[in-house]
């Protein structure tokens, strides 16, 4: 497959994240938006891991895939502590949006 079909996938992943942090009122949906922007710019990174030139056998050029690596690593952890953040706001206010008006219905 071409690069250009998955730089379209990754564009077209990263815009159902924004639309989905942009428009979803609870914090739960806004922080899976949040991820599925990330999961985009994953994609996009690991594109950018060409094989090297002059190296035996195409070698792929291993910076992207530690910057993905570390990249997944961060990702989970603040994923985690937004987690965390969340059920602590329920806790003290009892509701799972910042605006009670903006809460999704279904």
């Not at 250009?4 to 924004?18: K, N």
């Not at 922080?31 to 594109?47: D, E, P, R």
């Not at 992207?64 to 603040?78: D, E, K, M, R, Y």
């Amino acid at each position: 497959m071409n690069a250009e079909v998955f730089v379209l996938g990754a564009a077209a992943v990263f815009g159902i994240g924004l639309y989905g942090l942009l428009i979803a009122g609870h914090l739960m949906r806004k922080l899976l938006a949040l991820n599925l922007m990330v999961s985009a710019v994953f994609l996009l990174l690991l594109l950018a891991s060409e094989p090297i030139a002059g190296t035996i056998a195409g070698q792929p050029d291993p910076l992207p895939q530690a910057l993905i690596l570390t990249g997944i690593v961060i990702a989970v952890s603040t994923t985690a502590f937004a987690l965390a953040l969340m059920v602590r706001y329920f806790a003290r206010t009892g509701q799972s949006a910042l605006d009670p008006d903006s809460a999704d219905d279904d």
